[in-house]
Nanobody, 119 residues
Framework: QVQLVESGGGSVQAGGSLRLSCAAS????????MGWFRQAPGKEREWVAT????????SYADSVKGRFTISQDNAKNTVYLQMNSLKREDTAMYYC????????????WGQGTQVTVSS
């Protein structure tokens, strides 16, 4: 089992920045990749970014490419999402997720952290 705890959400004005953190605990050696997802009110959950735990591969949704950066600190079992040039449409609950080595799906999920961007 893997436990994920997000932090770092909050309220910010458009154009501002936030950094989200996701601390993993438990069977972290089983994690193959980590990702961030978000869900705005009335909308479906949307994939944001993924990082391979080897640290050599990242990918981003087109909507955040060039503004968001996913990174990891393996020593701390923590994944970050640096969000710059925030827009109102980035307002959502952000979730961290982990994909174990034995699955092709993100199996473990955190409880989420709210990001609100105002104009």
């Amino acid at each position: 089992q893997v436990q994920l705890v997000e932090s770092g959400g909050g309220s910010v004005q458009a154009g501002g920045s936030l950094r989200l953190s996701c601390a993993a605990s438990g069977d972290t050696y089983n994690i193959n990749s980590m990702g961030w997802f978000r869900q705005a009110p009335g909308k479906e959950r949307e994939w944001v970014a993924t990082v391979n735990t080897g640290g050599d591969s990242t990918s981003y949704a087109d909507s955040v490419k060039g503004r968001f950066t996913i990174s990891q600190d393996n020593a701390k079992n923590t994944v970050y999402l640096q969000m710059n040039s925030l827009k109102r449409e980035d307002t959502a609950m952000y979730y961290c997720a982990a994909c174990p080595r034995w699955s092709y799906e993100f199996t473990y999920w955190g409880q989420g952290t709210q990001v609100t961007v105002s104009s």
